[in-house]
């Protein structure tokens, strides 16, 4: 499990993370999409597409509490990442 933003740090695009869901909704079929969740493991999908989510990962063996994901217990926590130097332009 992760958030969008801890993705997008992950890629080294901090601050990015409605890129990430954009990329996870244009992306063909095979990427485990369920597994990324808002911030502080809060499903972000409405409808359908939420209770889609919350039931694949229930059938993973994800905890929810308050109809949050238990980031404590399934947070992924990925390898630092350090940020790219970027070259002045003149």
């Not at 992950?10 to 999409?33: D, E, K, T």
């Not at 889609?52 to 929810?64: A, D, I, M, T």
Request: glycine share 14%; with cysteine; proline share 4%.
């Amino acid at each position: 499990m992760s958030t969008y933003g801890d993705v997008a740090r992950a890629a080294g695009f901090p601050g990015c993370a409605r890129q990430v869901v954009w990329a996870l909704r244009g992306a063909s079929r095979g990427l485990p999409w369920h597994r990324v969740v808002g911030a502080k493991g809060k499903i972000s999908l409405p409808g359908e597409n939420g209770l889609e989510q919350r039931f694949r990962l229930e059938s993973e063996g994800v905890v929810f509490h308050g109809g949050r994901v238990w980031m404590e217990e399934h947070q992924h926590e990925f390898p630092l990442v350090r940020a790219k130097k970027r070259k002045k332009v003149s």
